[in-house]
């Protein structure tokens, strides 16, 4: 996966310009930044979510799993529902490994309401495993995990990468993966706009 | 695709407001009008087939917010747009599901209701052919009008004003047909241009949503 001079836009505001960076199999790349750097925009931008301002994005087609804020869980669906439908439309199996290695194996027939935010946050990482995709986004992983499942996702992630995956991840704690890149935002962050240089819709109805 | 239609309707069934809630208010409709109308057999017998559509109608209406906003909120959206599957599938498969929860039902419900209004016995092919050819245009539209709104909060409101004109032509070509056929006259022009209206918007608006759906996502 290659990233070429690309900036980015949250709400109208160029966020960051002209971040550049390779990721080759095998590779971790973790990404660090004060809050609001563009952290989650950039991650966005790379899954195709939102458009790049400028530069360019290459990669193979199909290739990305996305983990963002959100997990993507439903409420009335049990644990191993919500996994088999995200495994059936990605077309892969391997239900009952994913929520092995996650530590689910408990909880597969409990509706996912009644999971803590926790154990939510595992079930949305074990969908990364079923999708059975090689490059995965990950914005803030670790949320709501505790000490011992932090150190579970770290290990599922080094297989990950043993297996010639890749993982591109927002976060600020260490994950206990020694061999990841890190590339600070702080020098891609967008010059922001003088005052009385932006103008909104409004400033232009009132003239 | 199939996995996705059996999800939103195990969501549909699960939480309990999806099945139920079209047809509960599609009956309340039908039962309050001769309440509200007076009993007479020939004043019902008129007014049936509009008030048939109209409810049918109305009763789409209701659910047609929740079927991308839930998605958006607990982030299914954004990961069913980086999914293998294109987002006009998924436009397309919600659209079904969506007819299978209200659509269907209500079709297969109406002409119990229909005794109620007194609705002349030839009328009754009519409305069950009007309303199958018909509620699957009401969900297509109803869908795009969805994914135009998605994640505005509380985009209710403005989604019943961009479809309800929308909704109109649908409604007007298959209340005239059941008009028509419960009056024993020639209703097949009305049914067919329905029809074409059905068949233009299941064709058209999944690539029309699924535009707006990845517009609404950034």
Same mark, same amino acid.
């Given at each position: ?67 963002? *804020? ?19 439309? *990605? ?16 909880? @597969? ?10 154990? @939510? ?36 992630? @080094?297989? *990950? ?10 976060? *600020? ?25 932006? @103008? ?8 | ?218």
């Amino acid at each position: 996966m290659q990233v070429q001079g690309v900036s980015c836009a949250r709400g109208g505001v160029t966020v960051l310009d002209g971040v550049s960076f390779t990721l080759e199999p095998g590779q971790a790349l973790v990404l660090r930044g004060p809050n609001g750097i563009g952290k989650t925009t950039l991650l966005r931008t790379v899954a195709g979510l939102q458009p790049a301002i400028a530069g360019k994005v290459s990669l193979p087609p199909e290739t990305l799993a996305y983990a963002g *804020h959100a997990d993507g869980v439903k409420a009335t669906l049990s644990v191993a529902e919500n996994l088999a439908f995200w495994a059936a439309i *990605h077309g892969q199996g391997g239900v009952d490994g994913a929520l092995l290695a996650m530590n689910l194996g408990q909880l @597969r027939d409990r509706a996912a309401k009644n999971l803590s935010a926790g154990q @939510r946050r595992r079930l949305g990482l074990a969908r990364l495993i079923v999708t059975g995709r090689p490059i995965w986004l990950l914005d803030e992983p670790t949320v709501s995990l505790d000490s011992d499942s932090v150190a579970l996702f770290g290990a599922v992630l @080094r297989g *990950h990468l043993a297996e010639g995956g890749a993982a591109l991840i927002a976060t *600020h704690i260490d994950l206990g993966l020694p061999e990841a890149r890190v590339l600070d935002l702080t020098p891609y962050k967008a010059r922001a706009p003088q005052a009385g240089q932006s @103008r909104d819709a409004f400033a232009e109805a009132v003239e | 695709m199939i996995a996705l239609i059996l999800r939103d309707l195990r969501l549909a069934i699960r939480s309990g407001g999806g099945f139920g809630l079209g047809l509960a208010f599609f009956l309340l409709v039908v039962v309050l009008v001769p309440l509200g109308v007076g009993p007479e057999p020939a004043t019902l017998a008129k007014i049936a087939p509009g008030i048939l559509w109209v409810g049918a109608l109305l009763s789409c209406l209701l659910s047609l917010d929740r079927i991308f906003a839930l998605d958006f909120e607990d982030g299914s959206l954004d990961l069913l747009a980086t999914a293998p599957m294109p987002l006009e599938g998924v436009v397309a498969a919600k659209t079904l599901a969506h007819w299978l929860v209200t659509g269907l039902p209500l079709t297969l419900a109406a002409p119990v209701l229909a005794v109620l209004l007194n609705l002349p016995g030839q009328g009754y092919s009519w409305l069950v052919a009007s309303l199958a050819l018909g509620t699957p245009a009401l969900s297509m539209i109803g869908v795009f009008g969805a994914s135009l709104t998605v994640g505005l909060k509380r985009g209710g409101l403005l989604l019943s004003l961009l479809v309800l004109p929308l909704y109109v032509p649908t409604l007007i070509f298959g209340a005239e047909a059941v008009r028509r056929g419960a009056m024993g006259m020639e209703a097949g022009t009305p049914l067919l241009l329905m029809a074409g209206i059905t068949a233009g918007s299941v064709a058209l608006l999944p690539f029309a949503s699924a535009a707006a759906i990845r517009v609404n996502l950034r």
